[in-house]
């Protein structure tokens, strides 16, 4: 069964700087990785996803996240961060066909002005 | 707008009643999900179903029932044996394309259903 790793519970930041959201996976066969956003009191919402292809995904405000396959690792980047990204931030992995989505347990980003 | 309604958004309890969660979703998808969110825990897989009046049991199962009588509706029962009841719950939606599933969708999620129990 796959499984996901979120490093940090907690990131705080400074506004303007860089941040990357550490996630690891482990599965057996071949995965699509997520990464969601959930702000207070508020379901999750898509953030980008890795399918296949390019191993670099980028996210319409700015974050990224890199497949690496050899590393099972799925970081997300942001090379300057704003107050409005304050945010719980979720990896997700599913493998090819049916199965649920499995979650990490979530990182805080706390950006600091 | 197509979405997933979930309902109602603060939820009271007494300890020992059962207690249904609303969830509706007008984007004519197949699969539908309820997750459990708890501090730190990220969230937990209770039941999911995949087609009408068919579902499965999740992670954490145990004191929660589902129906699926309709492929827009998934309400979930949190019942008098779930020990730790208080929680905010996720409800989540999924399409697939043709007669196979697709894992590269991901899920549309409601806005959640905060529940305390006293």
């Known amino acids: 069964a796959q499984s996901v790793t979120q490093l940090d519970s907690q990131v705080p930041v400074f506004e303007e700087a860089p941040v990357e959201l550490r996630c690891n996976y482990s599965?057996?066969?071949?995965?699509?990785l997520f990464w969601y956003v959930q702000y207070p009191n508020q379901g999750l919402q898509l953030l980008l996803k890795?399918?296949?292809?390019?191993?670099l995904v980028e996210s319409i405000n700015g974050f990224e996240a890199e497949f690496n396959k050899s590393q099972t690792s799925f970081h997300l980047r942001k090379p300057s961060v704003h107050i409005s990204d304050t945010a719980e931030y979720f990896c997700?992995?599913?493998?090819?066909?049916?199965?649920?989505?499995?979650f990490g347990k979530g990182t805080r980003l706390s950006v600091i002005a | 707008d197509g979405g997933i309604t979930q309902s109602p958004k603060y939820l009271f309890r007494k300890e020992g009643q059962n207690v249904t969660l609303s969830c509706e979703q007008n984007?004519?998808?197949?699969?539908m999900y309820w997750y459990r969110q708890d501090p730190g825990q990220g969230l937990r897989l209770i039941y999911y179903?995949?087609?009408?009046?068919?579902?499965q049991k999740g992670d954490i199962a145990e004191g929660y029932s589902v129906s699926r009588e309709k492929k827009e509706s998934f309400p979930l029962t949190v019942t008098s044996a779930q020990k730790n009841p208080t929680a905010f719950y996720l409800c989540?939606?999924?399409?697939?394309?043709?007669?196979?599933?697709?894992?590269?969708?991901?899920?549309?999620f409601g806005s959640g259903t905060r529940l305390t129990v006293v």
């Open positions: 989540a939606s999924t399409t697939r394309t043709g007669a196979r599933w697709s894992a590269n969708y991901g899920y549309t």
């Open positions: 599965s057996s066969v071949s995965v699509y």
């Open positions: 890795y399918l296949s292809g390019s191993t």
């Open positions: 997700a992995v599913r493998v090819k066909g049916n199965t649920p989505l499995v």
């Open positions: 984007l004519n998808h197949d699969a």
């Open positions: 179903s995949q087609i009408v009046n068919d579902f």
